[in-house]
């Protein structure tokens, strides 16, 4: 059993930035994908970024790309994302979730992910 908790959510203006971390506990770290996923109130969960197993490969959801930035640590069993020109359409609650992977794999789907953190919510005011 892989147990995950995604922490650093909070208010902030418009323009500002947020570090979310997730770190997962039980087997290795270094064996998971980790993906990002966020949902709004009203709307369906949707991609926000993803990164393999070793770190070496990442994805972005098109809406958060050049201001968002995730990475890893596996010796601290920590997943980062980097929240940069935070704008109001980013508020959500955002889900950390991780998956048994090949080294260099990713994955876009939630459906895809095994495990799942409890979500931290992130507020971006006008």
């Known amino acids: 059993q892989v147990h995950v908790v995604e922490s650093g959510g909070g208010l902030v203006q418009a323009g500002g930035s947020l570090r979310l971390s997730c770190v997962t506990s039980?087997?290795?770290?270094?064996?998971?994908?980790v993906g990002w996923f966020r949902q709004a109130p009203g709307k369906e969960r949707e991609f926000v970024a993803a990164i393999s197993p070793s770190g070496g490969i990442t994805y972005y959801a098109n809406s958060v790309k050049g201001r968002f930035t995730t990475s890893r640590d596996n010796a601290k069993n920590t997943v980062s994302l980097q929240m940069s020109s935070l704008r109001p359409e980013d508020t959500a609650v955002y889900y950390c979730a991780a998956d048994p992977a090949p080294e260099q794999a990713i994955r876009i789907f939630s459906t895809d992910y095994e495990f799942w953190g409890q979500g931290t919510q992130v507020t971006v005011s006008s």
């Open positions: 039980g087997r290795s770290a270094s064996n998971y994908a």
